[in-house]
């Protein structure tokens, strides 16, 4: 069983960055062998090869979704509705949504749980917002029970 975790988003555009942060933070804590810390930063297709080997995926992104900046989501992707973008015309523009659809065309189906934060700030600048950021220690938190939770299920 393989397990991984993918932390989405821009480091440049403030609270979008979250998920690499989120991974950083995770990368200072020791981790069982199936579970693999992937920082996905703007997905490209490169992650396809990665998404390719794992049963499950546990995905940390900003999430738009009408709640508060701070609200914390969490899902399996097929519940979210997300809609891929037909009309991807650039390798920088692959959403993991996109990957996972690509992944699944390709026959493999692993398991997706998404952890979204509403974000505060999209805009230029290298930090989160403190919205954003004072919310960390309890994705961590959530994170990493989802984890245990798949490894002991397994």
């Known amino acids: 069983m393989k397990l991984i975790v993918a932390g989405i988003g821009n480091v440049l ?3 979008d960055g979250l998920g ?3 991974i950083q933070k995770l990368s200072e804590r020791p981790w069982p062998e ?3 810390l992937v920082d996905a ?3 490209s297709f490169e992650i396809l090869d990665v998404f390719c080997s794992a049963d499950h995926i546990i995905v940390v992104d900003t999430m738009t979704a009408g709640g508060e900046p701070g609200t914390i989501y969490r899902a399996p992707l097929e519940e979210l509705g997300l809609i891929s973008n037909p009309a991807v015309t650039s ?3 692959l959403h993991f949504t996109e990957a996972i659809k690509m ?3 390709m026959g493999y189906h692993p398991q997706v749980i998404v952890f979204g ?3 505060y700030q999209v805009e230029l600048g290298m930090e989160l917002s403190p919205v954003i950021a004072e919310k960390i220690p309890r994705l961590l938190e959530l994170v990493e029970a989802e984890i245990h939770h798949i490894i002991d299920s397994k």
Do not use: F, R, T
């Open 41 to 43: 930063g703007i997905a």
């Open 117 to 119: 934060v509403e974000p």
């Open 91 to 93: 390798l920088h523009e």
């Open 20 to 22: 690499v942060y989120v």
């Open 103 to 105: 992944v699944n065309l």
């Open 13 to 15: 555009m403030k609270d």
């Open 34 to 36: 199936q579970v693999e």
